[in-house]
């Protein structure tokens, strides 16, 4: 069934099942015997919109990140909670990469950036510019420091004082496309 599909990701999910993200195909969940499509009513719209990321919250809660509409946030069985886009305050709607922290704060690498967004108590977002940085792949908090992969290079900053610049790790300028 996902032979001709570009895979975004793969997610435990409940029990032994998984969730399976692609880029044009939408979202199945296959739970061991068999392959089926995860939301039906919502497939058109993963399809339309490029499914490009996708990960799970402590909680059981879903996020999808897509290239054409921000991200989308799922409880357990699939229900719609919450959903960030340019329209609501994200920089851009390209979503590059989703990091978690362990305050189920949901930190989005975009193309113009990187922000972040809260689910509790009620949904908020930050946005920090930092135009230097370029476009964000992917982040990683390691010995209190935050780390950004972008195209410019890897970028660091101590903690989380995103008022403050971030500095270019020396001798990593060019494409960075991972953090872990």
Known sequence: ?????????ILPITGN?????????????????????????????????IVNKGTTLHDGKIVIGTILDGISVYNAQGGLEYKAS??????NNTVLGIFTDADQ?????????????????????????????????SG??????????????????????FEQPFELVPGTQGQVWDCK
């Open 1 to 9: 069934q996902l032979q001709h599909s570009q895979i975004q990701f």
């Open 17 to 49: 099942s998984k969730l399976i993200g692609t880029a044009n195909n939408g979202v199945f969940k296959f739970n061991g015997n068999g392959l089926t499509v995860w939301q039906p009513q919502l497939n058109e719209n993963f399809k339309k919109h």
């Open 86 to 91: 340019k329209n609501n305050g994200l920089q």
């Open 105 to 137: 704060h949901i930190w989005l690498a975009l193309d113009k950036g990187i922000d972040f967004v809260s689910l509790s108590p009620q949904p908020t977002y930050a946005v920090y510019e930092h135009n230097e940085i370029g476009a964000v792949y």
């Open 140 to 161: 990683a908090f390691y010995d209190n420091k935050f780390y950004l992969a972008s195209n410019q290079g890897l970028y660091q900053s101590i903690g989380l004082q």
